[in-house]
């Protein structure tokens, strides 16, 4: 089954409201990572997270190992935000990141 | 500037033929991949290299191999390629070694084969 889970799959918003983009993983993990990626582009590195809680600017990134869970709050979000977002985990063994499906994110003027 | 280039950015191919992407990183990483992307799947990792002449299959390499004969330069081939490997191909580069941070993607390769 899958490893990596993200909910939800798709968000609309109104430009100023807020958003919380999770990601659950099945098996034991070395680090986690949030992607963000716009239409048709490139992944674009947004937070490293192994554990705890890092920010930056409207984004904050919070990893909790021992329940294999992380989150992604986007605060006062922008249309510019619009765009998939997509976790992956680093697994123990090698340097290898599983992706989840990614969460599409919309955001409306 | 720091980057991975791919090429091509788009690609129509005919079942049965082979077909070579190309990457290319400017950073001296060691570490390079391919995976592809398929709507509802996310990206799956297909071959990894930890250096010229040092790779290691992924989680989906079946069809596929690659070559790396330079450190800056990742090939993915596809012999004899079949429709359900129409995909977008992103290749990636890292510093390598677990708990890095430092993964730059490409701009993708889109892959139609008909």
């Known amino acids: 089954g899958q490893q990596v889970q993200q909910s939800p799959t798709s968000l609309v918003l109104q430009e100023g409201e807020n958003a919380e983009l999770q990601c659950n993983f099945s098996t034991s993990l070395n680090s986690m990572q949030w992607f963000y990626q716009r239409p048709g582009g490139s992944l674009i590195s947004v937070f490293y997270n192994p554990s705890g809680t890092k920010q930056s600017g409207r984004l904050t990134s919070t990893t909790v190992i021992k329940e294999r869970r992380s989150s992604l709050h986007i605060s006062s979000s922008q249309i510019t935000d619009s765009g998939t977002y997509l976790c992956?985990?680093?697994?123990?063994?090698?340097?290898?990141?599983?992706f989840g499906t990614g969460t599409s994110l919309l955001v409306d003027p | 500037d720091m980057k991975v280039t791919q090429m091509p950015r788009y690609l129509i191919k005919r079942m049965g033929e082979n077909v070579l992407l190309e990457c290319g990183q400017d950073?001296?990483?060691?570490?390079m991949y391919w995976y592809r992307q398929d709507p509802g799947l996310g990206l799956q990792l297909i071959y990894i290299s930890y250096d010229v002449d040092s790779n290691s299959e992924g989680d989906i390499p079946k069809g596929y191999r690659v070559s790396r004969k330079k450190r800056e330069h990742f090939s993915l081939i596809l012999d004899s390629a079949k429709t359900n490997q129409t995909s977008v191909y992103f290749c990636?580069?890292?510093?390598?070694?677990?708990?890095?941070?430092?993964?730059?993607f490409g701009s993708g390769t889109r892959l139609l084969v008909i």
């Open positions: 990636a580069s890292s510093l390598g070694g677990q708990g890095n941070s430092d993964y730059t």
């Open positions: 950073m001296s990483h060691e570490t």
């Open positions: 992956a985990m680093e697994r123990h063994m090698g340097y290898k990141l599983t």
